[in-house]
């Protein structure tokens, strides 16, 4: 079944860690995106790709970096330069003017 | 002022109740429309695309109203299983979405 697969489900940082979440997606979908949400708040954009090879910063992308190799992988690194990386993350991916397909997302603790 | 404005609630109804929610957007070039429904510590699900004729799937109706820039969701003989957050979702074209915070909703027995 096409879908997206986030892993890894949790994942503990500690302070003054890079940490990479991984995206990948058989939906043949050209774009991809990752949010974070925190309690309470809204999906807030980091980055997005809409073709491999290149990506776009969305509304929060300091501290994080993304590459897009593939068309089926999108991978998001929380570097540690993110003051508060804390939160859930969700990768997505669409196909023309259609909404998302999201997967199950990533939570991000700092220890 | 925000982007997509949402009551974040919670809205409290009896199993049968109708309940309806309005989400309000700022940006006029906005072209596409969604309801998402996002559980407890899950990722969001399309619920339904919301055209300008209006849609129905099912008990929901979604509407659209471009010259006061407000999308609804008509939610009749709610169900237990209802109880989620609903997000309103806006995009301009082929373009990020932009989500707004959410309204949740708690259907009781």
């Known amino acids: 079944d096409g879908g997206i697969t986030q892993s890894p489900k949790y994942l503990f940082r500690k302070e003054g860690q890079n940490v990479t979440l991984s995206c990948e997606q058989n939906?043949?979908?050209?774009?991809m995106y990752w949010y974070r949400q925190d309690p309470g708040q809204g999906l807030r954009l980091i980055y997005y790709?809409?073709?491999?090879?290149?990506?776009q910063k969305g509304d929060i992308a300091e501290g994080y970096s993304v590459s897009r190799e593939k068309k089926e992988s999108f991978p998001l690194t929380v570097t540690s330069a993110q003051k508060n990386p804390t939160a859930f993350y969700l990768c997505?991916?669409?196909?023309?003017?259609?909404?998302?397909?999201f997967g199950s997302g990533t939570r991000l603790t700092v220890v | 002022r925000k982007e997509v404005e949402q009551d974040p609630g919670p809205f409290n109804v009896p199993e049968g109740a109708t309940v309806a929610f309005n989400c309000t957007y700022s940006?006029?070039?906005?072209?596409?429309f969604f309801w998402y429904r996002q559980d407890c510590r899950k990722e969001p699900k399309l619920l339904m695309s919301?055209?300008?004729s209006g849609n129905e799937d099912g008990r929901f109706t979604a509407q659209l109203n471009r010259a006061s820039q407000y999308i609804s969701l008509l939610i009749r003989d709610s169900k237990l299983s209802d109880s989620a957050t609903y997000l309103c979702?806006?995009?301009?074209?082929?373009?990020?979405?932009?989500f707004g915070k959410g309204t949740m909703l708690l259907v009781s027995p």
């Open positions: 997505a991916s669409s196909s023309g003017g259609s909404g998302y397909t």
């Open positions: 939906l043949n979908h050209d774009a």
């Open positions: 790709s809409q073709i491999v090879n290149d990506f």
């Open positions: 940006n006029s070039a906005s072209q596409s």
């Open positions: 919301v055209y300008s």
């Open positions: 979702v806006v995009s301009q074209g082929y373009s990020t979405l932009t």
